[in-house]
């Protein structure tokens, strides 16, 4: 069992470390034209609007409502339509069918994350201990859930910088 100082630890390393991949995956979309953002080079079943929306929905879930449940706000905050677009099983559909812009998939990205940090930072030792269900990494607590969502999205950041390699950009690291 953890002492409520680890617990702490462990959280601030994992809101740290979301804020570092975070910073990277901006990086990575950065200089990806938006008119880009739904190409799918062949053979690949992904493209860069899904992982972003994907990474959105992915913060909310394990960041925010695992932690806390659904709260006021949240529907503004993680509509519906975003679940069903790009949650765990969805797939890559072209734009007229996602009927989402990039633009505004940015900005539900940028709220979320920032909501994400300023909760997570604050979460008591007491709640990151109750357990929970996968997926989480480390501990099956509600602070395994906290830690799974950087490791989630560096692994998500390698899909976007093979399709930025694909869509003809440079590699960034």
């Known amino acids: ?12 390393a994992a809101v740290g470390q979301m804020r570092f991949v975070r910073e990277y995956t901006l990086t990575l979309v950065s200089d990806i034209p938006f008119e880009s953002w739904y190409e799918q080079p ?20 394990l960041m925010l409502f695992r932690q806390r449940g659904r709260a006021e706000g949240d529907l503004e905050l993680m ?18 069918e996602t009927g989402v812009r990039p633009e505004d998939l ?10 994400a940090m300023l909760e997570a930072a604050l979460l008591p030792a007491s709640s990151l201990g109750e357990p929970t269900e996968m997926p989480y990494a480390v ?10 969502c ?8 390698g899909q976007i910088g ?12």
């Open 1 to 12: 069992m953890l002492s409520d100082s680890e617990i702490l630890f462990q959280r601030d």
């Open 79 to 96: 509509p519906g339509w975003l679940r069903k677009k790009f949650s765990r099983g969805t797939s890559a559909v072209s734009a007229e």
């Open 139 to 148: 501990h099956p607590l509600r602070l395994g859930a906290l830690m799974f």
């Open 106 to 115: 940015m900005d539900i990205l940028d709220k979320i994350h920032k909501q």
């Open 42 to 61: 062949s053979g690949i079943p992904t493209h860069l609007a899904w992982q972003v929306g994907h990474l959105a929905v992915a913060e909310y879930g």
């Open 150 to 157: 950087p490791l989630h999205e560096s692994i998500h950041a």
């Open 162 to 173: 093979i399709l930025r390699r694909l869509l003809g950009k440079a590699p960034i690291r």
